[in-house]
Each structure stands twice: as structure tokens, then as C-alpha cells.
T-cell receptor, first 115, second 111 residues
Framework: DTGVSQNPRHKITKRGQNVTFRCDPISEHNRLYWYRQTLGQGPEFLTYFQNEAQLEKSRLLSDRFSAERPKGSFSTLEIQRTEQGDSAMYLC?????????????FGSGTQLSVL | SQQGEEDPQALSIQEGENATMNCSYKTSINNLQWYRQNSGRGLVHLILIRSNEREKHSGRLRVTLDTSKKSSSLLITASRAADTASYFCATKGAGSYQLTFGKGTKLSVIP
């Protein structure tokens, strides 16, 4: 069991640059989620995929953020024109969709610092 | 936005003591889950309790749910130094895919 893998673990960028993060879910999991977490807070939902379809997106997600999950496998989260307020831990989680299963498996996250 | 609110925000106990954390939420739920997070790491699922259940056990963990008060509690018995972590409750509403997390309780278990 390789678990949920996220790359890179850390990313430092300058304000205004674009960044992209990658998430590899557990292989048989068809549900994939992105969350953002700032210091001292709980994770905040960003978006959800079932297979390759993006089915839910937070109202808080600005148009600078975009996520994809081509072929329903790995996913990428891109932030364009980064701002200092984007500094956070970006967490990916996956799960297997069947009745009664609501448990999420999280990756270790990508820590983004925008200077 | 975060629906759950954990209480207390921080808790410090001696090894061997029990730790109790509480969670309150605002809207009706399908289920409530507890997760644990070690510093700088991802979250690990601990236990799930459905809206029609009142109590659930898993090893040293006991979770209760009171839907009339919109609250839940997590009890860790006979705590160990390795239990030191942040604990989050998360709720899932009917018809929604997302889990909504609280701000967490930071537990420190002193050896």
C-alpha cells in the first residue's frame, strides 16, 4: 500500500509566479479531494473529483486556482499569479466510492511559501 | 468555512490519563468523523460515527454523538506520549461530497 503521494513536499515561490502540485491517490480510489490548511486551522475544502469529473468546487476557490484529473488517475492543482495569502499546506485525499465508505486517506501535503 | 468547533483548543495531560475533546457543529449531518494530524503531516482517519448512532468504540477511542445538541466527543483512554497530535472533527452533510473540518484540539501527552 503506497498511500497518497504528493509532490513536491515543499515549494517556495515569489509572488506572481505560477505553481503546480501533483497528487497520486491510492490506485483503486476513484474519489479525490484537495484541501488547504493554514497554521492553527483545520483543512478547508477546495475541490472534489469523482474519476475525471470535477463535481464540486468551493465558492472560496478563486479563478487563479485550477485542478485537473486527466484519466481519473493523478491530479494536479495549479495556482496562477500566486499571492502571499496563498501560503498554506495543500493536502490531497482520496477514497473509494461505495455505500457506507466515507473515510478519506490523506497525503502528507505540499507546503507552499509565497515570498 | 468551517462548521465544526473543537473544545478545548489545547489540552495537556500526563501519560496514562484520559483525554476528552468535544466538537460542536451547526447543520444536520450524515456522519461525523475524527482525524488525527501529527505536526507537519497529513491527517489520519480515526473513527466514523453515523447520525443514527450514539456511541462507538475503537481500541482506546470512544466517540459519542448527540444530534439533538449537534455535538460529539472523543475520549482517548490511557493516553500515551505517541498520542500527542492535533485532533479534528469533520462532518459530512447529506448530498454533499465534502468533509467540513473544525479548527482542531492540540493534545500534548507528557511522559
Amino acid at each position: 500500500d503506497t498511500g497518497v503521494s504528493q509532490n513536491p513536499r515543499h515549494k517556495i515561490t515569489k509572488r506572481g509566479q505560477n505553481v503546480t502540485f501533483r497528487c497520486d491517490p491510492i490506485s483503486e480510489h476513484n474519489r479525490l479531494y484537495w484541501y488547504r490548511q493554514t497554521l492553527g486551522q483545520g483543512p478547508e475544502f477546495l475541490t472534489y473529483f469523482q474519476n475525471e469529473a470535477q463535481l464540486e468546487k468551493s465558492r472560496l476557490l478563486s479563478d487563479r486556482f485550477s485542478a485537473e484529473r486527466p484519466k481519473g488517475s493523478f491530479s494536479t492543482l495549479e495556482i496562477q499569479r500566486t499571492e502571499q495569502g496563498d501560503s498554506a499546506m495543500y493536502l490531497c485525499a482520496s477514497s473509494l466510492a461505495f455505500v457506507g465508505n466515507e473515510k478519506l486517506f490523506f497525503g502528507s501535503g505540499t507546503q507552499l511559501s509565497v515570498l | 468555512s468551517q462548521q465544526g468547533e473543537e473544545d478545548p483548543q489545547a489540552l495537556s495531560i500526563q501519560e496514562g490519563e484520559n483525554a476528552t475533546m468535544n466538537c460542536s457543529y451547526k447543520t444536520s449531518i450524515n456522519n461525523l468523523q475524527w482525524y488525527r494530524q501529527n505536526s507537519g503531516r497529513g491527517l489520519v482517519h480515526l473513527i466514523l460515527i453515523r447520525s443514527n448512532e450514539r456511541e462507538k468504540h475503537s481500541g482506546r477511542l470512544r466517540v459519542t454523538l448527540d444530534t439533538s445538541k449537534k455535538s460529539s466527543s472523543l475520549l482517548i483512554t490511557a493516553s500515551r506520549a505517541a498520542d500527542t497530535a492535533s485532533y479534528f472533527c469533520a462532518t459530512k452533510g447529506a448530498g454533499s461530497y465534502q468533509l467540513t473540518f473544525g479548527k482542531g484540539t492540540k493534545l500534548s501527552v507528557i511522559p
